[in-house]
């Protein structure tokens, strides 16, 4: 996987990310049910570790790790 590849799939996880804690607030806010802010908590914490894959690819791949 070339680095402009995978820093642009970093860069839409990070956007998904911040799109997925900003919803979860607002649900929270707003009174969803619990059921609703779960499924967006589960989402953020497979998106995290999404992140942390990749990014540990790239260190791996810049020789950093």
């Known amino acids: 996987m070339s680095g402009a590849t995978l820093q642009r799939q970093l860069d839409d996880l990070e956007l998904q990310l911040k799109g997925l804690v900003h919803v979860r607030a607002l ?5 969803a049910p619990p059921d609703a802010v779960d499924l967006h908590s589960d989402a953020i914490e497979r998106v995290r570790g ?3 894959r990749l990014a540990r690819a ?3 791949s810049r020789g950093d790790g």
């Open 27 to 31: 649900l929270e806010t707003n009174g």
């Open 50 to 52: 999404e992140l942390t």
């Open 58 to 60: 790239r260190g791996i």
